[in-house]
């Protein structure tokens, strides 16, 4: 082989590494980052992941929210009306966090069923819901899934 066509070869298999490296890498960072949506009926049913970080989301139980009156901790649980999840956060709530309210609480599901949330979002105007949480609320309702879309009832 040629001198030329031999150096030719060599870069071109480094950029080829190179390009598989950093797809690689990113392919990676992505997976970690990626925070799947459940609902209540599903975490139940025990398809949430364990000590996976995701996104539980529902409307809060009424009567469900205790505070602990030394901390800032606050126990609630998300209904979608068919069944419900015990979510314990640490932290200051949302302003517009009340019962009867929709939520998505973001965190990890422990070993005994409860979700350890680290973060908390609730509602921003009177007519918005989160999409997921609306869907699911609407799948349970009618027994039947919902096309994507559907559900949203107001955009950012």
């Given at each position: 082989m040629h001198p030329?066509?031999?150096?030719?070869?060599?870069?071109?298999?480094?950029l080829l590494a190179g390009i598989g490296v950093a797809v690689g890498l990113t392919t990676y960072a992505l997976r970690q980052n990626i925070n799947l949506f459940?609902?209540?009926s599903q975490i139940a049913a025990g398809?949430?992941?364990?000590?996976?970080?995701i996104r539980a989301g529902g409307m809060v139980e009424k009567g469900s929210v205790v505070r602990d009156p030394?901390?800032?901790?606050?126990?609630?649980r998300v209904t979608d009306f068919q069944s419900s999840v015990p979510v314990e956060y640490t932290g200051i709530l949302p302003d517009l966090f009340a019962e009867g309210q929709?939520?998505?609480a973001m965190g990890k599901l422990d070993a005994g069923g409860n979700f350890v949330a680290d973060q908390v979002l609730a509602?921003?105007?009177e007519n918005y819901m989160?999409?997921?949480?609306?869907?699911s609320l609407k799948k349970t309702a009618d027994g039947q899934p919902?096309?994507?879309?559907a559900a949203q009832s107001a955009s950012y």
């Open positions: 030329i066509r031999k150096k030719r070869l060599t870069i071109v298999l480094f459940y609902d209540p398809e949430a992941p364990h000590d996976v970080r030394d901390t800032l901790k606050v126990r609630f929709g939520v998505v509602k921003h105007d989160p999409p997921e949480v609306a869907e919902v096309a994507n879309g």
